[in-house]
């Protein structure tokens, strides 16, 4: 397992209780805001192959509602609330570094085990 750590994009590019799609390391990535908090959960609904990016945010549950089929899922354990997902979706981990969203994904990878120091 290796994890990659990326800067997707300037916090004022994402509103406050909003979501946005990011690939990092091949995988995408729904990132949300709520305040001056960021969440970052898989971006693809384990029930239907739909963007959850493109789903309503709930910020006072601090979910990520699926466009489609409306499962709500967890920005804090990626657990589904609702049916008719469910299976969780991964969840990374997100910070504000100067200004900026920095999301960090652990990959299965084996391939590439070059040191790291």
């Known amino acids: 397992m290796s994890a990659v750590t990326e800067t ?3 916090l004022s590019d994402l509103p406050s209780g909003a979501a946005r799609k990011a690939e990092v390391a091949g995988i995408p990535v729904a990132v949300v805001r709520i305040g001056d ?3 970052a ?3 693809v609904c384990s029930h239907a192959n739909v963007s959850l990016s493109e789903g309503e945010v709930w910020c ?56 790291a120091s």
């Open 8 to 10: 997707v994009f300037a």
């Open 37 to 39: 908090d960021v969440y």
């Open 41 to 43: 959960i898989g971006d």
């Open 60 to 115: 006072d549950e601090r979910e990520l509602e699926c466009p489609k089929h409306g499962s709500a899922f967890s920005l804090v354990s990626g657990e589904p609330g609702t049916l008719p997902a469910t299976q969780p979706v991964p969840v990374f981990d997100a910070a504000v570094v100067d200004g900026q969203v920095v999301v960090t994904v652990t990959t299965d990878e084996s391939t590439s085990t070059e040191a």
